[in-house]
């Protein structure tokens, strides 16, 4: 049964979602709009493309409130010459009745047709919202995916280890790991000890940037070229 969930406004404006069984929001109360587009935006997509890459496929844990692919649609539409291929996994697919109350698209200047959109194409089929945004939504599980993609760019967005710990879990992230394009790059809002560890006995090269308001620091993983680096883990 889907839980209670509640509409919140975060400190810039944009709403997010409270979790009552959780006791978790889906994105920061200092900002969620603030923190998707620094955390996975400036830092990962907008990163990727700074070193060339303008055709980049993206997997996205927990598609939640599709505010992170609105974002990544919002960044195809000011990148005519990238090409995004978006895959996203969600286990719990958002009522209608909480998604029509999100001010994600008028906030991001985009319109609502882009968001019903995004929220309304089908699960499980790709389908093309832009010539060069390519949207396949999951309605799966991380750890139960089987399929043999690999990616260029992960938003690991999953609900923090405090509350959702068995997402964190090394052999988690390894299976990420694997479904990562050497070059590929793994950002997360979290930057708690262990999970750099994690990441770090996995084989991924880390790196802690600034974080969005109200969080001192994030973490960037990325993977190597040659994939020589790994340790047993
Ligand atoms: C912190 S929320 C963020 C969601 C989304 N990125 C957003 O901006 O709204 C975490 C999301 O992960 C989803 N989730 C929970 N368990 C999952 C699992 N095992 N695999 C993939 N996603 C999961 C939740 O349902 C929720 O939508």
């Not at 260029?152 to 280890?161: I, K, Q």
Request: net charge neutral; hydrophobic share 35%; glycine share 6%.
């Amino acid at each position: 049964m889907a839980p209670d969930l509640k509409v919140i406004t975060t400190s810039d404006g944009s709403h997010s979602l409270y979790h009552p069984l959780l006791k978790e929001t889906y994105h920061s109360t200092h900002g969620a709009i603030t923190e998707s587009q620094h955390v996975f935006i400036q830092k990962g997509l907008a990163y990727q493309k700074s070193l060339g890459l303008d055709a980049i496929s993206v997997l996205e844990v927990g598609f939640g409130t599709g505010l992170n692919a609105l974002l990544t649609l919002h960044f195809a539409h000011q990148h005519p010459e990238m090409n995004i291929i978006y895959h996203s996994l969600e286990p719990f697919p958002l009522p209608t009745e909480i998604v029509d109350q999100l001010n994600y698209a008028q906030r991001i200047g985009l319109s609502s047709k882009d968001f019903k959109n995004l929220h309304e194409c089908a699960w499980d089929e790709p389908i093309d919202l832009r010539f060069n945004f390519h949207l396949l939504k999951m309605k799966s599980r991380l750890e139960h995916l089987t399929a043999g993609e690999r990616y260029d760019l992960v938003y690991f967005d999953a609900f923090a280890p405090s509350k959702q710990k068995e997402m964190w879990d090394i052999s988690i992230l390894n299976k990420v790991y694997e479904m990562m394009n050497p070059g590929g790059v793994f950002v997360t809002y979290c930057a708690q000890g262990q999970l750099k560890r994690s990441l770090k006995a996995i084989g991924l090269e880390i790196e802690s940037l600034n974080g969005p308001p109200g969080k001192k620091e994030m973490t960037r993983a990325v993977k190597y070229m040659n994939e020589k680096k790994r340790t047993d883990a």
